[in-house]
T-cell receptor
Framework: DTGVSQDPRHKITKRGQNVTFRCDPISEHNRLYWYRQTLGQGPEFLTYFQNEAQLEKSRLLSDRFSAERPKGSFSTLEIQRTEQGDSAMYLC?????????????FGEGSRLTVL | TQLLEQSPQFLSIQEGENLTVYCNSSSVFSSLQWYRQEPGEGPVLLVTVVTGGEVKKLKRLTFQFGDARKDSSLHITAAQPGDTGLYLCAGTAQGGSEKLVFGKGTKLTVNP
């Protein structure tokens, strides 16, 4: 399967701990997005990369959140000093290079539970 | 901030019934997308509409983009239990933004 893959699928952590999520996009896609989805809500945009450049960040992305895509391939999203309000599904998506059409290919998500 | 409001939030119907889901905004979008999401999975794109007044059909699903490009609807004919899921509309803002704004979704349950 050559879809978007995310790891881990589930993460349970204690408040104050750091967590890191990894996303491997579809190989020929140069755009990569991170979204957060809480129960009963649609996905909320966090940040996006074109190749290795982080081109846009949401105000939702506090100083405790950092995302990287060092070689323009996989990406990591790190949350430092987790809080209970960080509990959510973190979705990664990618899209191809040829003009933005709104078609995002999503992974299955990484569900974070902060106790 | 561009917002997309979806209605209804929840919909439970019997197999064979027809239904319509709405997506409205006060903002103009360059395009609107409809995604479907099943529990524990990421959203999957169903359709993109770009032109005001555009109608697209996908088997039993009919999608319409409003003339002013501020709203959209999804109509399902003869719903089946396999149509159960969360239907999300998403919009691309004008001006070259590459950020999708999502509505909260309509959770559809089709009972056999």
């Amino acid at each position: 399967d050559t879809g978007v893959s995310q790891d881990p699928r589930h993460k349970i952590t204690k408040r104050g701990q750091n967590v890191t999520f990894r996303c491997d996009p579809i190989s020929e896609h140069n755009r990569l997005y991170w979204y957060r989805q809480t129960l009963g809500q649609g996905p909320e945009f966090l940040t996006y990369f074109q190749n290795e450049a982080q081109l846009e960040k949401s105000r939702l992305l506090s100083d405790r959140f950092s995302a990287e895509r060092p070689k323009g391939s996989f990406s990591t999203l790190e949350i430092q000093r987790t809080e209970q309000g960080d509990s959510a599904m973190y979705l990664c998506a990618s899209s191809p290079q040829t003009g933005f059409t709104g078609e995002l290919f999503f992974g299955e998500g990484s569900r974070l539970t902060v106790l | 901030t561009q917002l997309l409001e979806q209605s209804p939030q929840f919909l439970s119907i019997q197999e064979g019934e027809n239904l319509t889901v709405y997506c409205n905004s006060s903002s103009v979008f360059s395009s609107l997308q409809w995604y479907r999401q099943e529990p524990g999975e990421g959203p999957v794109l169903l359709v993109t509409v770009v032109t005001g007044g555009e109608v697209k059909k996908l088997k039993r699903l009919t999608f319409q983009f409003g003339d002013a490009r501020k709203d959209s609807s999804l109509h399902i004919t003869a719903a089946q239990p396999g149509d159960t899921g969360l239907y999300l509309c998403a919009g691309t803002a004008q001006g070259g933004s590459e950020k999708l704004v999502f509505g909260k979704g309509t959770k559809l349950t089709v009972n056999p």
